[in-house]
Protein backbone atom coordinates (compact mmCIF):
# COMPACT_ATOMS: atom_id res chain seq x y z
CA UNK A 1 0.00 0.00 0.00
CA UNK A 2 3.30 2.36 0.18
CA UNK A 3 3.11 3.58 -3.58
CA UNK A 4 -0.57 4.21 -3.10
CA UNK A 5 0.09 6.61 -0.38
CA UNK A 6 2.76 7.87 -2.25
CA UNK A 7 0.70 8.59 -5.64
CA UNK A 8 -2.23 10.66 -5.92
CA UNK A 9 -3.96 8.01 -7.93
CA UNK A 10 -7.82 8.52 -9.32
CA UNK A 11 -9.79 5.20 -10.13
CA UNK A 12 -11.77 5.86 -13.12
CA UNK A 13 -14.70 3.93 -13.34
CA UNK A 14 -17.14 4.58 -17.01
CA UNK A 15 -20.29 3.52 -16.59
CA UNK A 16 -23.28 3.22 -19.02
CA UNK A 17 -26.42 1.88 -17.57
CA UNK A 18 -24.41 0.18 -14.66
CA UNK A 19 -27.09 1.45 -11.98
CA UNK A 20 -27.42 -2.79 -10.65
CA UNK A 21 -23.49 -3.15 -10.54
CA UNK A 22 -22.39 0.28 -9.11
CA UNK A 23 -23.36 0.36 -5.53
CA UNK A 24 -21.44 -2.94 -5.45
CA UNK A 25 -17.97 -2.12 -6.77
CA UNK A 26 -18.23 1.43 -5.04
CA UNK A 27 -18.67 0.16 -1.50
CA UNK A 28 -15.77 -2.25 -2.31
CA UNK A 29 -13.33 0.53 -3.38
CA UNK A 30 -14.37 2.61 -0.39
CA UNK A 31 -13.62 -0.32 1.95
CA UNK A 32 -10.59 -1.60 0.41
CA UNK A 33 -8.84 1.22 -1.09
CA UNK A 34 -9.97 4.01 1.39
CA UNK A 35 -8.24 7.47 0.44
CA UNK A 36 -8.27 6.91 -2.94
CA UNK A 37 -10.14 8.93 -5.64
CA UNK A 38 -12.65 7.26 -7.42
CA UNK A 39 -14.39 9.38 -10.71
CA UNK A 40 -17.22 7.90 -12.12
CA UNK A 41 -18.11 8.74 -15.69
CA UNK A 42 -21.63 8.32 -16.85
CA UNK A 43 -21.52 7.93 -20.05
CA UNK A 44 -25.15 8.75 -21.10
CA UNK A 45 -26.83 6.46 -18.91
CA UNK A 46 -30.88 6.22 -18.85
CA UNK A 47 -31.32 3.89 -15.63
CA UNK A 48 -29.90 6.50 -13.06
CA UNK A 49 -26.60 5.87 -12.66
CA UNK A 50 -25.40 9.16 -12.47
CA UNK A 51 -27.90 9.52 -9.09
CA UNK A 52 -26.53 6.54 -7.32
CA UNK A 53 -23.48 7.01 -7.88
CA UNK A 54 -23.68 10.51 -6.51
CA UNK A 55 -25.66 8.87 -2.99
CA UNK A 56 -21.42 7.56 -2.72
CA UNK A 57 -19.81 10.72 -2.14
CA UNK A 58 -17.65 10.13 -5.32
CA UNK A 59 -16.68 12.79 -8.01
CA UNK A 60 -19.36 12.21 -11.47
CA UNK A 61 -18.60 13.26 -14.77
CA UNK A 62 -22.09 13.15 -16.84
CA UNK A 63 -21.74 12.91 -20.59
CA UNK A 64 -24.87 14.10 -22.46
CA UNK A 65 -24.41 10.90 -24.55
CA UNK A 66 -22.92 7.32 -25.06
CA UNK A 67 -19.40 8.02 -26.21
CA UNK A 68 -18.23 4.17 -25.51
CA UNK A 69 -15.24 3.52 -23.19
CA UNK A 70 -13.09 5.04 -25.09
CA UNK A 71 -14.53 8.22 -24.84
CA UNK A 72 -15.67 8.34 -21.12
CA UNK A 73 -12.01 7.37 -20.30
CA UNK A 74 -10.72 10.55 -22.66
CA UNK A 75 -13.01 12.55 -20.35
CA UNK A 76 -11.33 11.12 -17.41
CA UNK A 77 -7.72 11.22 -18.17
CA UNK A 78 -8.08 14.77 -18.79
CA UNK A 79 -10.35 15.53 -15.65
CA UNK A 80 -7.02 13.35 -13.85
CA UNK A 81 -4.86 15.56 -15.63
CA UNK A 82 -6.71 19.07 -14.28
CA UNK A 83 -6.97 17.67 -10.92
CA UNK A 84 -3.17 16.71 -10.60
CA UNK A 85 -3.22 13.13 -10.46
CA UNK A 86 -0.39 11.35 -11.10
CA UNK A 87 -1.93 7.43 -11.40
CA UNK A 88 -5.17 6.67 -13.05
CA UNK A 89 -6.69 3.11 -12.93
CA UNK A 90 -9.83 1.98 -15.00
CA UNK A 91 -11.98 -0.03 -13.26
CA UNK A 92 -14.74 -1.76 -14.96
CA UNK A 93 -18.35 -0.66 -13.16
CA UNK A 94 -19.47 -4.03 -14.04
CA UNK A 95 -18.24 -5.97 -10.73
CA UNK A 96 -15.60 -7.79 -12.59
CA UNK A 97 -12.67 -5.78 -11.72
CA UNK A 98 -11.15 -6.36 -8.14
CA UNK A 99 -10.43 -3.59 -6.40
CA UNK A 100 -8.07 -5.23 -4.36
CA UNK A 101 -5.78 -5.64 -7.15
CA UNK A 102 -5.30 -1.88 -7.50
CA UNK A 103 -2.31 -1.81 -5.17
CA UNK A 104 -0.65 -4.06 -7.62
CA UNK A 105 -1.32 -2.31 -11.15
CA UNK A 106 -0.34 1.09 -9.15
CA UNK A 107 2.99 -0.63 -7.58
CA UNK A 108 4.27 -1.73 -11.43
CA UNK A 109 3.91 2.19 -12.49
CA UNK A 110 7.48 1.87 -10.74
CA UNK A 111 8.82 0.61 -13.75
CA UNK A 112 6.43 1.12 -16.56
CA UNK A 113 3.98 4.22 -18.14
CA UNK A 114 1.05 1.88 -18.38
CA UNK A 115 0.58 -1.51 -16.47
CA UNK A 116 -1.93 -4.19 -17.25
CA UNK A 117 -4.08 -6.15 -15.25
CA UNK A 118 -3.62 -9.08 -17.21
CA UNK A 119 -6.46 -12.54 -17.24
CA UNK A 120 -3.85 -15.05 -18.74
CA UNK A 121 -1.39 -14.57 -16.68
CA UNK A 122 -0.13 -17.12 -14.00
CA UNK A 123 -2.81 -16.11 -11.42
CA UNK A 124 -6.12 -16.67 -13.47
CA UNK A 125 -7.76 -19.48 -14.93
CA UNK A 126 -10.03 -17.41 -16.63
CA UNK A 127 -10.79 -19.01 -20.22
CA UNK A 128 -11.87 -17.55 -23.60
CA UNK A 129 -12.85 -20.14 -26.46
CA UNK A 130 -13.67 -19.78 -29.58
CA UNK A 131 -12.59 -16.91 -32.49
CA UNK A 132 -12.58 -14.42 -29.60
CA UNK A 133 -9.68 -16.28 -28.26
CA UNK A 134 -7.89 -16.58 -31.52
CA UNK A 135 -7.90 -13.03 -31.98
CA UNK A 136 -6.82 -12.34 -28.25
CA UNK A 137 -4.12 -14.66 -29.19
CA UNK A 138 -2.87 -12.85 -32.32
CA UNK A 139 -3.57 -9.30 -30.99
CA UNK A 140 -0.64 -10.62 -28.01
CA UNK A 141 1.58 -11.35 -30.09
CA UNK A 142 1.65 -8.58 -32.33
CA UNK A 143 1.51 -6.26 -29.17
CA UNK A 144 3.89 -8.05 -27.29
CA UNK A 145 6.58 -7.73 -30.28
CA UNK A 146 6.18 -4.36 -30.85
CA UNK A 147 5.96 -3.66 -27.10
CA UNK A 148 9.01 -5.85 -26.76
CA UNK A 149 7.82 -7.68 -24.12
CA UNK A 150 5.48 -10.74 -23.09
CA UNK A 151 1.77 -9.63 -23.42
CA UNK A 152 -0.98 -12.18 -22.64
CA UNK A 153 -4.24 -9.79 -22.38
CA UNK A 154 -3.92 -6.78 -24.56
CA UNK A 155 -8.03 -6.23 -24.63
CA UNK A 156 -7.87 -5.87 -20.63
CA UNK A 157 -9.64 -3.02 -19.73
CA UNK A 158 -8.11 -3.51 -16.29
CA UNK A 159 -5.14 -1.25 -16.25
CA UNK A 160 -3.17 1.71 -14.29
CA UNK A 161 -1.13 4.73 -16.05
CA UNK A 162 1.26 7.18 -14.89
CA UNK A 163 2.04 10.61 -15.51
CA UNK A 164 3.58 10.38 -19.16
CA UNK A 165 0.36 7.85 -19.76
CA UNK A 166 -2.26 10.84 -18.25
CA UNK A 167 -0.79 13.36 -20.09
CA UNK A 168 -0.52 11.04 -23.51
CA UNK A 169 -4.39 10.07 -23.06
CA UNK A 170 -5.87 12.89 -22.23
CA UNK A 171 -4.93 14.44 -25.46
CA UNK A 172 -5.13 11.43 -27.66
CA UNK A 173 -6.83 8.28 -26.24
CA UNK A 174 -8.67 6.65 -28.79
CA UNK A 175 -13.22 6.34 -28.82
CA UNK A 176 -13.17 3.94 -31.39
CA UNK A 177 -13.79 0.14 -30.87
CA UNK A 178 -11.42 -1.44 -29.23
CA UNK A 179 -9.60 1.63 -29.85
CA UNK A 180 -9.43 1.85 -25.80
CA UNK A 181 -7.51 -1.42 -25.41
CA UNK A 182 -5.46 -2.35 -28.76
CA UNK A 183 -4.79 1.03 -30.36
CA UNK A 184 -4.08 2.77 -26.75
CA UNK A 185 -1.42 0.36 -26.68
CA UNK A 186 0.25 1.39 -29.96
CA UNK A 187 -0.16 5.16 -29.32
CA UNK A 188 1.78 4.28 -26.06
CA UNK A 189 4.64 2.03 -27.12
CA UNK A 190 5.11 4.58 -30.49
CA UNK A 191 4.98 7.79 -28.27
CA UNK A 192 7.65 6.07 -26.06
CA UNK A 193 6.34 4.71 -23.03
CA UNK A 194 6.76 1.58 -21.75
CA UNK A 195 4.13 -1.13 -20.96
CA UNK A 196 3.96 -3.78 -18.73
CA UNK A 197 1.72 -6.35 -17.51
CA UNK A 198 0.73 -7.99 -13.69
CA UNK A 199 -1.55 -11.36 -13.07
CA UNK A 200 -4.90 -10.58 -12.07
CA UNK A 201 -8.21 -12.72 -11.42
CA UNK A 202 -10.95 -11.49 -13.22
CA UNK A 203 -14.87 -11.48 -11.84
CA UNK A 204 -18.20 -12.67 -13.25
CA UNK A 205 -19.76 -9.55 -13.85
CA UNK A 206 -22.51 -8.58 -10.69
CA UNK A 207 -25.07 -7.59 -13.02
CA UNK A 208 -26.23 -7.10 -16.63
CA UNK A 209 -25.26 -9.31 -19.44
CA UNK A 210 -22.22 -10.50 -21.13
CA UNK A 211 -22.05 -10.21 -24.83
CA UNK A 212 -21.41 -14.41 -25.20
CA UNK A 213 -22.22 -15.95 -28.85
CA UNK A 214 -20.77 -17.29 -31.30
CA UNK A 215 -21.71 -15.13 -33.39
CA UNK A 216 -20.49 -12.02 -31.56
CA UNK A 217 -17.23 -13.61 -31.03
CA UNK A 218 -16.68 -14.14 -34.99
CA UNK A 219 -17.45 -10.07 -35.21
CA UNK A 220 -15.69 -9.41 -32.70
CA UNK A 221 -12.65 -11.12 -34.57
CA UNK A 222 -12.83 -9.37 -37.73
CA UNK A 223 -13.19 -6.17 -36.17
CA UNK A 224 -10.10 -6.62 -33.31
CA UNK A 225 -8.47 -7.28 -36.56
CA UNK A 226 -9.68 -4.63 -38.65
CA UNK A 227 -8.81 -2.46 -35.27
CA UNK A 228 -5.03 -3.39 -34.74
CA UNK A 229 -4.79 -2.86 -38.78
CA UNK A 230 -5.97 0.62 -38.80
CA UNK A 231 -3.63 1.46 -35.44
CA UNK A 232 -0.54 0.07 -37.22
CA UNK A 233 -0.86 2.02 -40.01
CA UNK A 234 -1.43 5.34 -38.29
CA UNK A 235 1.60 7.42 -37.60
CA UNK A 236 1.62 8.31 -33.88
CA UNK A 237 0.18 11.45 -33.19
CA UNK A 238 2.90 12.45 -31.00
CA UNK A 239 5.78 12.46 -32.85
CA UNK A 240 3.63 14.16 -35.80
CA UNK A 241 3.56 16.72 -33.13
CA UNK A 242 7.07 16.88 -31.76
CA UNK A 243 7.73 17.53 -35.80
CA UNK A 244 5.48 20.45 -35.90
CA UNK A 245 6.73 22.19 -33.30
CA UNK A 246 10.28 21.16 -34.57
Request: charged share 20%; proline share 4%; glycine share 8%.
Given at each position: ??????????????????????????T???????G?S???????????????????????????????V?????????????????????????????????????E???????????????????????????????????????????LT????G???S?????????????????????????I?????????QV???M???????????????????????????????????????T????
Amino acid sequence: MASLQDRRVLIVLPAWNEAESLPAILTEIRSHLPGVSALVVNDGSTDGTSALARQFDVEVLDLPFNLGVGGAMRAGFRYALAEGFDAVVQVDADGQHDPRDVPMLVEGLEQADVVIGARFAERDAYEVRGPRRWAMKVLAGVLSRLARTRLTDTTSGFRASGPRAIRLFAAHYPAEYLGDTIESLVIAVRSGLTVKQVGVAMRVRSAGRPSQHPVKAAVYLLRACLALGISLTRRSQIAVETEVAA
